[in-house]
């Protein structure tokens, strides 16, 4: 796991860019720790910071092809590049390492773009081709790995982590106030822009060209749905066990030490276990002083049952309010997910002992793991009974109850298409509640219009699928995947999510939605091929998320006064109506309503803000 970062060249200056260059790595020295190095022309920059995982003598980037006409930079791990090596060493490409890097300069050599698709792994990459005078890159079909460019007028820059951009000079660093709407409801910016004007984000199974100022962006790979009805439930079990097998092989390719995540839930238990079979494993879990949200007695439990060594970490409430200026510094947005400050823990623990960890992401998303999913089976009864009218009647009467009133969510959504109330799996701010929230007001998009791209995409499916389709291509890739990229990059530690391999995408793409969400179960096939190496317990586990104190902290004198002084704060003044955050705080003090996320979404951005446009993008001292 690496950091990259480049730019076309505003300069002529060779000295000044190669400072430039040299500056915007050691932004991103967290990333890639062992090794920095460089390369430098009349026309690019590009930089490279290295954590060594495969071939640790060699594999050095900047790499280049034979006649040292095109050079590259790259950011992920190849899990197939073994046999891709050698097809291409067949056709007679000369390779001057064993690192999965130079596969992907000799494939694009001897493919072109067509060659990403070839690729199984996580990956951000770019390449210079001097002789076309072409930057060409790419990045996942799942955007594990990040990948930005800023591009204004003459200037392009492109890497790993926003921050890096900060340390050139001809960044013009600019809050983009428009999208702070898109923020609060999604808790991301659910588009490829960012809070950063002309900042933008590569989407995922998409290729990047620039030639002669003019960029060009295209997808390689569009995620399509193609359902299998002819197969029984336990035969799509067989095939998940025997597929997540394979991936775990696979992610689990390695020079140096690979350890696990591990948390109470089925997706954890199920990674740990498959590669505890092969491997003498370090896995690690965070808890919180407060037991009752703790997860650790589940995972000890686990780990002593199948005979995995697990180490720990109770997180207390100063710690996690300490952590959350470096979380939002390391996100390089604002992201305000309650999990994040924890996983930022786990990874600091991990730090200590491995350089790789393996993880659950994504099972949810590709698996149909969240509850939510089970709400069309819930509405089926009520939407055919129920006139529309009538519905419409009593979601308005619901809309004006307080939010923990019994049945309300059920009214407001019932009255609904899927493509109406579903956004992503649970949203923060309405449509409404942004208008009075922000000062000054900004117009915004309502939010189904953000998802209504990815619901066209999969006409025909049922509902369910329709949802995960969506939360894959927003939430998953947004949220799930950022804090997971971000937190474990913190601590120099590289993450790999054997869930999300090109492999079992194929198989959840198959799967009738009836053997992945019932109305008394979720995951129902990924739990009964989890079933045949773990205990009940742990496939039968409920879906906990990472359970986190905060919502109780808020309450207390010493953390509700320490949110108090931000939400009354000169940014709060600057982008908020005080009276309305301040009493979003005082009525979840009082017991009124819960507004834990939206205090912390608020919250979050403050604290971002601070780090990146008071402090000028530099860490919490």
Known sequence: MCGFVGMFNNSANIDENSKI?????????????DQDDYFVDDKVSLGFRRLSIIDLEGGSQPIYNEDKTKVIVFNGEIYNYQELREELIAKGHVFSCDADTEVILHG?????????????????YMIWDMKEQVLFGARDIFGIKPFFYYSKGDSLMFASEIKSFTANPY?????????????????????NETLFKNVYKMPPGHCFTARKGKIEIEPYFVMKYDIDDSKSLEEWEDIIAETFDGSIKAHSIADVEVGCFLSSGVDSSYVVKEISKDHKLKTFSVGFTEEKYSELKYAEDFAETIGVDIYTKKISADEYFDAVPYVQYYMDEPLPNPSAVALYFLAQKASEQVKVVLSGEGADELFGGYYYYQDPLAFQSYQKKVPKFARKAAAGIAGILPNGFHGKRFLTRGAQTVDEYYIRNNYNFNYTERDKLLNPNIPAKKPSEYSKMFFDRCKGEDD?????????NTWLVQDILVKADRMSMAHSLELRVPFLDKEMLKVALSIPSK??????????????????????????MPKRGFPVPLNDWLKQDKYYNLVMDKFTGPVAREFFNIDYIVGLLENHREGKAHNMKRIWTIYSFIVWYENYFVRNGEAAA
Do not use: W
């Open 21 to 33: 260059i040299k500056d915007m790595a050691d932004k991103i020295a967290h990333r890639g720790p």
């Open 464 to 472: 369910i699928t329709r949802m995960q389709y969506v939360d894959m």
């Open 515 to 540: 053997h992945r969400v019932s109305k008394n179960l979720t995951k129902i096939a990924l739990r009964g091929a989890a079933r045949k190496q773990v205990p009940e317990k742990q496939a039968s």
């Open 171 to 191: 960044f013009e660093k600019e809050l983009n106030r428009e999208r702070i709407p898109e923020y609060l409801c999604f808790e991301f910016i659910p588009t």
């Open 108 to 124: 694009y050599e001897e493919y072109g773009k067509e060659f990403n698709k070839r690729l199984r792994g996580m990956f951000a």
